[in-house]
């Protein structure tokens, strides 16, 4: 039998993600590179076509995935997993994550293609604009430097900072001669 058949049986002619009938086909879910009834699922043109290009996704039809990611097959699971970890910042999709259960192959399979990979977080001045080492900044308050009687005035420009790698809320400079830690919620990039 093809795998169009054995997949159109397996999903009662239906997705396997969100349960439509029209416009179904085979999708392989990466890495794997040929089609299997283990490594695809059968996925209408909605699907597949969100799935591909992450900027198209509309949160609210992937709402399918309630049901769907307690599927017995390991690529719908896969692709639960991947399209719910794309759409966490919505709020429900992690609590549906937190109730997906996949074993240590699935989820390396899921982890593959770097979906859910979280970038490295950023220091970021007041306003939200990334920082980096060497950049100039400017006080938006009177600090109170600990350990020393000095007070470095609002409006004071420290150049060449450092970054803490540590935390990213603390950037080091020098003010008045002074290397200090200062928190980046009172400075603004110049």
Same mark, same amino acid.
């Given at each position: 039998?093809s795998?169009?058949?054995t997949l159109?049986?397996?999903?009662?002619h $239906?997705?396997?993600?969100?349960?439509a009938?029209?416009d179904l086909?085979?999708?392989?879910?990466?890495?794997a590179?040929?089609?299997s009834?283990?490594d695809s699922? !059968?996925a209408c043109?909605?699907?597949?076509g969100?799935?591909?290009n992450?900027?198209?996704?509309?949160?609210? =039809?992937?709402?399918?995935l309630n049901?769907?990611?307690?599927?017995?097959?390991q690529?719908?699971?896969v692709?639960?997993?991947r399209?719910?970890t794309?759409?966490?910042?919505?709020?429900?999709p992690q609590?549906?994550?937190?109730?997906l259960y !996949?074993?240590d192959?699935?989820?390396?399979?899921a982890?593959?293609?770097?979906?859910?990979e979280?970038?490295?977080?950023?220091h970021?001045?007041?306003?939200?604009?990334e920082?980096?080492a060497g950049d100039?900044?400017?006080?938006?308050?009177?600090?109170?430097?600990k350990?020393?009687s000095l007070?470095a005035?609002r409006? $004071?420009a420290v150049r060449?900072?450092r970054?803490? =790698?540590?935390?990213i809320?603390?950037?080091?400079?020098k003010?008045?001669?002074?290397?200090i830690v200062?928190? $980046?919620?009172y400075?603004?990039?110049?």
């Amino acid at each position: 039998m093809s795998i169009i058949k054995t997949l159109q049986e397996r999903g009662n002619h $239906t997705c396997e993600l969100c349960g439509a009938s029209e416009d179904l086909s085979v999708y392989t879910v990466a890495p794997a590179v040929r089609e299997s009834e283990d490594d695809s699922l !059968l996925a209408c043109s909605t699907c597949i076509g969100q799935i591909e290009n992450p900027e198209t996704t509309d949160p609210n =039809h992937w709402r399918c995935l309630n049901d769907s990611m307690w599927s017995e097959m390991q690529a719908v699971k896969v692709v639960a997993w991947r399209m719910l970890t794309r759409l966490r910042a919505e709020g429900w999709p992690q609590d549906l994550l937190d109730m997906l259960y !996949l074993g240590d192959e699935a989820l390396s399979i899921a982890r593959a293609t770097g979906e859910g990979e979280e970038a490295a977080p950023k220091h970021r001045d007041s306003n939200g604009v990334e920082l980096s080492a060497g950049d100039s900044v400017v006080l938006i308050k009177d600090l109170d430097v600990k350990g020393s009687s000095l007070t470095a005035k609002r409006g $004071t420009a420290v150049r060449n900072i450092r970054l803490d =790698h540590d935390n990213i809320e603390y950037i080091e400079g020098k003010v008045e001669g002074q290397q200090i830690v200062i928190l $980046t919620q009172y400075v603004k990039k110049v």
